[in-house]
């Protein structure tokens, strides 16, 4: 499995960035695809979790009810859609994916860096 994410950029407060993760290199109808960031000096945290195969989905509540976890079977693309921004917002996110079941994300993206200024 690869993941490709993109879409990082630098942006002001308030604004809003779509971040994308292209998926290929398996079967993805029993993965979680997950959305992660890691800001300076902070651990790797989860930000959004989408089922492949269903809409069920999970938020850290720091993003709740302005970031949206999407995807696109067609597109083999996972989407975070970033609203309402916040200086603290700015990290290096990551694209994931696990089976179900599984413990721990074994797929990763390479990172895509957001910057949020004040």
């Known amino acids: 499995v690869q993941l490709q994410a993109s879409g990082g950029g630098l942006v002001q407060a308030g604004d809003s960035l779509r971040l994308s993760c292209a998926v290929s290199?398996?079967?993805?109808?029993?993965?979680?695809m997950a959305w992660f960031r890691q800001a300076p000096g902070k651990e790797r945290e989860s930000v959004a979790t989408?089922?492949?195969?269903?809409?069920?989905?999970y938020y850290a509540d720091s993003v709740k009810g302005r970031f949206t976890i999407s995807r696109d079977k067609a597109k083999k693309t996972v989407y975070l859609q970033m609203n309402s921004l916040k200086p603290e917002d700015t990290a290096i996110y990551y694209c994931?994916?696990?089976?179900?079941?599984?413990?721990?994300?074994?797929?990763w993206g390479q990172g895509t860096q957001v910057t949020v200024s004040s």
């Open positions: 989408i089922r492949w195969n269903t809409p069920m989905t």
């Open positions: 994931a994916a696990k089976p179900v079941g599984a413990a721990s994300y074994g797929w």
């Open positions: 290199g398996g079967t993805f109808s029993q993965y979680i």
